[in-house]
């Protein structure tokens, strides 16, 4: 029996297993130990062919001052600096190339730059809802969309990595409210 | 000769030996010396293989797509590696049997697992809810799905990842990327399959599918490289982007030299898509600067693709390929390819004034082709391998592309045409008897 195509096909296993393991690892950490962080967003529904219906999250904050002295080019990677207000929702005080010493911060990529502003490329941009329930988060969708109360995205952050739990509105889980609607 | 004409020819030999045309001795003769390689699929087998395949494989995505958000986590991650599993105990199988196991199985082992993989990055996607684009998840998906190829000789599997890797050069176009995440990384990822390459332990030779849809894969691959090169050191809005034109055609030049053997040479052009579409692209850019604009537009992008050095690879590797096809006298297919360092002859005699370049490399385009058109033609005639037909195109549409940005009026243009016309058919005739002749004294 030859060695060798075992030997590769062993490290092509392997391989196929590391890959989304350690994508489980990453995300799972962020999940236990990370900070919970609340974004004002938007979130219309797409599709994606290979993972299905999901809401397109779009934080309302889409622009952030860049630090003093600091030159960002655009698409390179850059720390959102988080600050939480006194109504509990997170925003993004400023950019900078180098990770803040302490508080809670989001790797993001910074896009087009202009008057010491940046525009900002979330690192989420995707919520999975079940088939089932994706047209009535469509319905609910359009007739909320001129709610004051607007949707909030709950973000977990870990030094640097956000992933996000979960999308609520008046404080009730997002999922719960269409489940509720279906019945 | 290619497996369908193989089995053709087997398929005959009984009858041809009762009719008395051959003797036992000849049949057996070409009996073995056409004998089938039954570890190489066939096409049906591989279709159904990878039919069947690709249905279980687009069920569970669909599956997994419904989102069953009703289960836990590790439940819905134990979906996601469930299918992984038994596909790779599958393929283990299929391998640990060798060449026990029939051609259909392994394809279909090694799509199963491919797909698997791809559903198993997915689904871990939609349970994080994770963001990123569709090409970093392809990259990893054909990355992945590569070893499959190389173990479970798969030809379905290699189709995959040249069309991915072609899909993922085109998207990473845009400017801004680091080099290991550009269309710079498509001849790598080419590379990644040099184990199935035709004489590398033994391999049978590609089949035409793989052929063609490697030479497809490469044309966008490389031509996405060019366009992805072509954009350093240059404005969003500069006129030089049309540098990456020029790099097509040395690319396409490079695809017709591509080094053969022997065996290689004297198979059908039909059999060599490289050949045929970069003589394609050669000629049709060759006509194309013959026109004084676009000749212009030329000379302003390859005076900037010479500072880039994609171009130097590029011509690096044209030279290597030119001295191969030299030693192996592939005269007809070095003469078109010519056509793509014609710019290079003109740039040192060109000076820019007032945004314009002069007419020389037009003038040198319409010689050239006309040159090689003779060529071919003449190459015929002495007894040795041309194309006298594609000779004589080349030559009318020449005249035709100079009639048709002459100032002669109407009539005298309509009477050049017609009697170009003229030219072309009776040339056509002549040459289809001298064929019929040298078939029947072959006869």
């Known amino acids: ?183 | 000769m290619n497996t369908s004409h193989q089995r053709w020819l087997l398929e005959q030999l009984p009858q041809w030996e009762r009719e008395g045309l051959l003797t036992p001795d000849a049949a057996r003769a070409l009996r073995e010396r056409n004998a089938l390689d039954d570890s190489q699929p066939g096409a049906a087998q591989i279709v159904m293989g990878a039919l069947g395949a690709l249905l279980i494989g687009s069920g569970l995505i669909a599956v997994i797509g419904y989102n069953w958000d009703d289960f836990s986590r590790p439940v819905r991650l134990l979906f996601a590696f469930l299918p992984l599993l038994l596909t790779q105990l599958f393929s283990f199988r299929v391998l640990k049997r060798g060449a026990a196991s029939s051609a259909w199985v392994r394809e279909t082992a090694a799509l199963l697992q491919a797909l698997a993989t791809g559903a198993c990055i997915a689904l871990v996607s939609q349970i994080y809810n994770l963001g990123g684009e569709w090409p970093d998840f392809l990259f990893w998906w054909f990355m992945l799905s590569l070893p499959l190829v190389w173990v479970l000789r798969s030809h379905a599997v290699a189709i995959f990842y040249l069309i991915a890797i072609a899909v993922w050069s085109v998207s990473q176009v845009d400017r801004g990327s680091p080099w290991f995440d550009s269309p710079l990384l498509y001849p790598l990822l080419l590379l990644g399959l040099l184990p199935c390459w035709p004489g590398w332990k033994n391999q049978a030779p590609l089949s035409l599918s793989m052929r063609w849809v490697m030479t497809i894969s490469a044309i966008f691959g490389f031509c996405s490289a060019a366009v992805f090169a072509s954009q350093s050191g240059i404005g969003f809005f500069s006129d030089h982007a049309q540098s990456f034109l020029w790099l097509w055609t040395l690319t396409a030049a490079a695809f017709a030299l591509f080094p053969l053997n022997q065996n290689g040479i004297e198979e059908p052009l039909r059999r060599k898509p490289q050949v045929e579409l970069g003589a394609l692209w050669l000629l049709g850019y060759g006509v194309a600067i013959t026109f004084h604009d676009v000749s212009d537009d030329i000379i302003r992008g390859a005076l900037h693709a010479l500072q880039l050095p994609w171009c130097w690879g590029l011509l690096t590797v044209l030279a290597v390929f030119v001295l191969l096809a030299v030693v192996r006298k592939r005269w007809a297919v070095l003469s078109i390819a010519s056509v793509a360092l014609l710019p290079l002859i003109a740039c040192p005699f060109v000076q820019n004034t007032d945004k314009n370049y002069g007419t020389l490399l037009s003038w040198l385009a319409t010689l050239h082709l006309a040159a090689i058109g003779i060529t071919l033609i003449v190459l015929e005639f002495a007894g040795k391998k041309g194309a006298p037909r594609l000779g004589a195109t080349l030559l009318s549409v020449l005249i035709i592309a100079r009639m048709a940005d002459s100032h002669f009026s109407l009539l005298a243009k309509g009477v050049a045409f017609i009697g170009v016309g003229v030219a072309f058919l009776t040339f056509n005739i002549l040459m289809s008897r001298q064929l019929k002749l040298k078939h029947s004294a072959a006869v």
């Open chain 1, 1 to 183: 029996m030859k060695t060798l195509p075992f030997l590769i096909f062993g490290i092509a296993v392997l391989a196929q297993w590391a890959a989304p393991l350690s994508q489980i690892w990453t995300h799972e950490k962020v999940l236990t130990q990370g900070t919970l962080i609340k974004l004002k967003c938007t979130a219309p529904d797409p599709y994606d062919p290979l993972r299905g219906r999901y809401l397109a999250v779009r934080p309302n904050q889409n622009e952030a001052a860049v630090s003093a002295g600091v030159e960002l080019q655009q698409g390179a990677q850059v720390y959102a600096v988080l600050v939480t207000g006194a109504d509990g929702f997170a925003t993004v005080s400023s950019l900078s190339p180098t990770p803040p010493a302490s508080g809670d911060y989001l790797r993001v990529r910074s896009g087009y730059v202009y008057d010491h502003k940046a525009r900002i490329e979330w690192p989420f941009d995707r919520f999975y809802v079940n088939e089932k329930l994706a047209p009535e988060a469509d319905k609910w969708f359009a007739e909320n969309i001129r709610s004051t109360q607007g949707i909030t995205a709950e973000v977990r952050v870990l030094n640097g990595r956000a992933v996000l739990e979960d999308l609520s509105l008046d404080g009730k889980s997002f999922r719960e409210i269409l489940k509720a609607r279906v019945k």
